[in-house]
């Protein structure tokens, strides 16, 4: 029978990603109630999951003041909401998963990683990525000792620029008050995968530097107005174009496209222009009210020694219509790339979906193709949730069923804060000063 949960917040992930799950496994998951203050989302949900009227909230407070409803609550709320209908949602019984970041300030993560040592329910933290086969192939391959010691980690974040002008310029994650800074709203997932690379080496020190540097007003194009549809004179020439994105180069669907459906859940275009000239998204990428990094390196250093480099930029190559056409047609700089080099060989991947793994004694390199499996992050939101499922199902004593637990998923964001801090003050951070410094 399908676990029954409640949602808080039917936005893209809410609608795309745990309603889509929802009605591609009705036997695994049914949702029962909803909670969004936006009619046009919480209707959509509603009707695409037959909520009846008397489960169908307009806040998150609304639905947690109810008794508890469902053995699940998924809270897929944006960042600043997080820890609020989390830690109300445990206090009321719920196992929750919940969207990443764990909280937008490293004291709120701290502080719900508490509430969730003292709680006997569940709580998973959305890393998607360790449920993808590209990245569990990877970390199965370090953890077989196939490359000897890990000496060195290589890793890129090439947010692409689009999703870049989308999100941490025009949108939900454009400036640090409303949301938390880029290296923990965009990085915690790449943070995650490194410290499940590092196999249990804890972190001791970490350096950043980084900037906005290219999305600002003295960058914007002589005489460009304050919005795409206001008849700009570089529409034809500008990457960013509102325009050119949300609507001449939108598919006959939005599909799991969640930047365009947060434009607008229709694909008319008198619609779409409509909230082009109304919302965040049609604002010109020169003149908005962005104030987070479009450019950051951190170095890890981890125990024995083992060092990590890796730069989350906002000027990566757009995704190829499919990514099976990944592999060859573009040679990097696009998505999440990585290269481990360990004692007896080296693990690469030029592009996501695809690793090279080179034998220093037998001087062979093999090619393994993880594939593109169905659903968001290649497959991982999906795997994710049943996983999640699985650990419900299984009973709350199992508690450390679910494999990135906020325990697990707090050590990557202490290393995103101290980043920030370092980024910030321009000095290298030990961990250990800096979690001493938060409890003091
Ligand atoms: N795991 C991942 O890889 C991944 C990917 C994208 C986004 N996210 C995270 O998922 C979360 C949601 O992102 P999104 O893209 O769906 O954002 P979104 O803006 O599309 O959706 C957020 C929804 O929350 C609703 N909301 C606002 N106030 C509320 C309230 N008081 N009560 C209930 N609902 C309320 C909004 O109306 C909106 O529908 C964010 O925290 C984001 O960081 C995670």
Redesign the pocket.
């Known amino acids: 029978m399908a676990t029954e949960a409640v949602l808080?917040?039917?936005?893209?992930?809410?609608?795309?990603?745990y309603g889509g799950f929802a009605k591609r496994f009705p036997q695994r998951l049914k949702f029962i109630a909803i909670?969004?203050?936006?009619d046009e989302?919480?209707e959509i949900f509603a009707n695409e999951h037959n909520i009846p009227k008397d489960r169908q909230?307009?806040?998150?407070?609304?639905?947690l003041d109810k008794p508890q409803l469902a053995p699940v609550l998924i809270?897929?709320?944006?960042?600043r909401?997080?820890v609020p209908?989390t830690e109300a949602a445990l206090k009321k019984g719920y196992n929750v998963l919940q969207?990443?970041?764990i909280a937008p300030t490293i004291e709120d993560c701290l502080h719900l990683l508490e509430l969730a040592d003292r709680s006997d329910r569940l709580i998973q933290i959305?890393?998607?990525?360790r449920y993808t086969p590209y990245y569990s192939t990877a970390h199965e391959i370090i953890s077989s000792g196939k490359i000897g010691q890990t000496i060195t980690i290589d890793y890129q974040e090439n947010v692409t620029f689009d999703h870049m002008a989308h999100?941490f310029v025009r949108?939900?994650?454009r400036n640090v008050a409303g949301?938390s800074p880029m290296i923990i709203?965009k990085s915690c997932?790449d943070l995650d995968i490194l410290v499940w690379f590092a196999n249990g080496r804890k972190p001791i020190r970490v350096s950043s530097f980084g900037a906005l540097t290219h999305f600002k007003p003295e960058n914007a194009p002589a005489g460009a107005p304050e919005r795409c549809t206001a008849g700009c004179p570089y529409e034809h020439q500008c990457p960013y174009s509102a325009i050119k994105i949300y609507i001449k180069e939108l598919g006959p669907d939005i599909g799991y496209g969640?930047?365009q459906?947060?434009v607008s859940p229709s694909t008319d275009p008198k619609i779409r222009w409509q909230a082009l000239e109304e919302g965040p998204f049609g604002r010109c990428v020169y003149h908005c009210d962005n104030d987070v990094v479009d450019h950051q390196v951190v170095n890890i250093e981890f125990e024995d020694e083992l060092t990590v480099a890796f730069t989350m930029q906002g000027f990566g190559a757009a995704w190829p219509k499919h990514p099976s056409e990944l592999y060859g047609s573009i040679t990097g700089g696009v998505g999440r790339t990585f290269t481990v080099f360990g004692t007896k060989g080296v693990m690469h991947s030029p592009v996501y979906g695809h690793i090279e793994l080179s034998d220093f004694l037998l001087k062979h390199t093999e090619k393994i193709h993880t594939g593109f499996p169905e659903g968001?992050?290649g497959g991982?939101?999906f795997g994710?949730i049943h996983s999640f499922l699985d650990a419900v199902e299984k009973g709350t004593a199992n508690k450390n069923a679910v494999n990135v637990s906020l325990k697990e998923a707090i050590t990557s964001h202490i290393i995103g804060f101290a980043a920030e801090q370092s980024r910030l003050n321009g000095k290298v951070v030990r961990i250990d000063e800096f979690i001493k410094s938060l409890k003091g």
């Not at 909230?57 to 639905?63: A, G, Q, S, T, Y």
Request: overall charge negative; some cysteine.
């Open positions: 808080v917040g039917a936005g893209s992930r809410g609608v795309l990603t909670a969004d203050p936006n989302h919480r909230f307009h806040d998150w407070k609304e639905l809270n897929a709320t944006t960042d909401l997080h209908v969207e990443k970041p959305c890393h998607c990525l999100s949108g939900n994650y949301s709203a997932h969640g930047g459906w947060q968001s992050h991982g939101d994710l």
